[in-house]
C-alpha cells in the first residue's frame, strides 16, 4: 500500500495514528428480493431468500438495517444454510452487522462451511461464488489468494451479481490480485453504487477525497458519504463526522460531526464509539469529561474495536478517570496487538522503555518500536531514529537514525524533522 493514499482519520484527536487506506468495503446481493420470490437463481431456498433479504439490509436495499439483516442470517443459519453460516463467519471477522469482532471465532465457523460453500460455488450458486471469493480475499478459512478472490468475484459478476463489481473495485483501489487501477475502482464503485450498495457509495467518496482515479473534489465526497449516510450505512457517518469535526468540503461544525457518530454508535459501530469518546476526552462540542470518554472507549472495546482498546489502555496507563495501573494498560495494549492495532505497540514499547509495570528493557522497547513503526506509526519512527542514535536496544548507528528520522520527517513527525536538521 502507499502512504500518500490515506484513509479518512476516523480516529480523531489520537496520539498516534496509522498511515492506512480506506477500501470500500463491499458486499455484494442479487437485486432486491421480495420475499418468496426465487432471487433469479433456480434452485433457491426459502432460506436463501431469507438470507439475501438480510444482505440487502446490510449493504442498504431500500436502506441498511443491521438488525434486520443480523436476524436474517441467523434466520437462515438456523434453517441450516451453509452460505447464512459463512456470512456470520465473515460478519464476525470484521465485527459488522452487530455481531463483535472475534477472529477466531469467524475462522473456526467459516472452516466448518468452508466445503460446502466450495461445492455451492463449483455448481453455478452466485451467492456461494461471492462468498468463496471473500474468503480467498481476507484469507477466513484458507490461505489469502487475491488471484482467486478476484477470479470467483469475477465469475458471479458474469452470472449477473452486479453488486460484485463493488468487491472488484476495491481490490482494484488496493491493488490486490490486479494491477492497482483507481481509474476501474472509480468505474466499478460507482456501478455498484448505483445498484444500491451505500459501501460503493464510500468507495466513490473516498476516490474523490484522494483525487485518485478523478479529480479531487471534497464537496463530491461529502456528498456520496452523505448519500450513503442518509441510507443507514454507518461507515459513512463516521466518514462525515470526520469531514465535519475537520471542516473539509464544509463549515466545521463539532455538533454536526457528533450527532453522525451518535447516529453510527446507535447502529452498534463501535468505532463511532471510540470517536465519541474521543469528543469527550478533548472537549469537542460537549463538556470534557475524561469518565465519559472512558465509558465511550470501554463500548467500543467490547465490541472489538482495537482502538478502542487501545484507548483504555492509554486511560489506565495515565491514570485519567480511574487509578493508575500500568499492568492493566499492558493487558488492553495487548488485546489491542491482537488484532492488529499498530498505536498500541508503540505504547507497550515506551512502558518498556520507561520501565512502567515491567522491568527497563531497551532491547524489547527496540523490538516493540520497530514493529509499530513497519506499520506506519510515525511516533514510532522516530523512536527507532531516536533509539539507534543513543544506542538503545541496538547498535549505536548515526545511519540507521538518519534513515528512520527521513522515514519520519515524510510522514510529518515533528521530532524527526527536528533530530533529521539537527544530525544533517
Avoid at 152 to 168: F, P, Q, T, V
Amino acid at each position: 500500500m502507499h502512504n500518500k493514499y490515506k484513509i479518512v482519520l476516523f480516529f480523531l484527536m489520537i496520539a498516534l495514528s496509522t498511515p492506512t487506506m480506506l477500501f470500500a468495503y463491499v458486499d455484494a446481493v442479487p437485486e432486491f428480493i421480495i420475499p418468496g420470490e426465487s432471487g433469479g437463481q433456480e434452485g433457491y431456498t426459502a432460506s436463501d431468500n431469507i438470507l439475501a433479504q438480510g444482505i440487502n439490509w446490510y449493504i442498504g436495499v431500500p436502506h441498511v438495517d443491521n438488525k434486520k439483516a443480523r436476524s436474517c442470517f441467523l434466520q437462515a443459519a438456523k434453517l441450516g444454510n451453509p452460505k447464512a453460516d459463512m456470512w456470520i463467519a465473515r460478519s464476525s471477522f470484521t465485527g459488522r452487522v452487530g455481531f463483535p469482532k472475534d477472529v477466531a471465532k469467524a475462522q473456526k465457523i467459516a472452516s466448518k462451511n468452508k466445503s460446502k460453500v466450495e461445492e455451492l460455488a463449483k455448481k453455478g450458486d452466485v451467492q456461494a461464488m461471492f462468498l468463496l471469493a471473500s474468503m480467498y480475499q481476507f484469507g477466513l478459512a484458507v490461505s489469502q489468494d487475491y488471484a482467486k478472490a478476484i477470479s470467483w468475484y469475477k465469475k458471479g459478476a458474469d452470472r449477473g451479481y452486479a453488486l460484485a463489481l463493488g468487491n472488484i473495485g476495491s481490490m482494484y483501489h488496493a491493488g490486490q490480485g490486479v494491477k492497482q487501477s483507481h481509474e476501474k475502482a472509480f468505474s466499478l464503485y460507482k456501478k455498484s453504487a448505483e445498484s444500491g450498495n451505500t459501501f460503493s457509495m464510500v468507495g466513490v467518496g473516498s476516490l474523490y477525497r484522494d483525487g485518485t482515479g478523478v479529480e479531487q473534489d471534497y464537496v463530491k465526497e461529502a456528498a456520496w458519504y452523505k448519500k450513503a449516510a442518509e441510507r443507514g450505512n454507518a461507515d459513512a457517518m463516521i466518514a462525515l463526522g470526520g469531514i465535519y469535526s475537520r471542516g473539509r468540503g464544509m463549515d466545521k461544525n463539532y455538533s454536526l460531526a457528533m450527532d453522525w457518530y451518535k447516529k453510527a454508535a446507535d447502529l452498534g459501530e463501535p468505532r463511532a464509539m471510540t470517536n465519541i469518546g474521543f469528543m469527550y476526552s478533548d472537549g469537542k462540542s460537549v463538556k470534557k469529561s475524561d469518565t465519559t470518554a472512558m465509558d465511550w472507549y470501554k463500548k467500543g472495546a467490547e465490541l472489538g474495536d482495537p482502538v478502542a482498546m487501545r484507548s483504555v489502555g492509554f486511560m489506565y496507563e495515565n491514570g485519567r478517570s480511574i487509578k493508575k495501573n500500568y499492568n492493566s494498560a499492558m493487558e488492553w495494549y495487548k488485546k489491542a496487538v491482537a488484532l492488529g492495532e499498530p498505536g498500541a505497540m508503540h505504547y507497550i514499547a515506551m512502558l518498556y522503555y520507561n520501565g512502567f509495570g515491567v522491568d527497563k528493557n531497551y532491547a524489547s522497547a527496540m523490538e516493540w518500536q520497530k514493529k509499530s513503526a513497519e506499520k506506519g506509526v510515525p511516533n514510532a519512527i522516530g523512536w527507532v531514529g531516536y533509539m539507534y542514535e543513543k544506542g538503545q536496544g541496538d547498535v549505536k548507528s548515526r545511519s540507521d537514525a538518519i534513515k528512520w528520522y527521513k522515514k519520519g520527517a515524510a510522514l510529518g513527525n515533528e521530532f524527526s524533522k527536528k533530530s533529521l536538521k539537527r544530525l544533517e
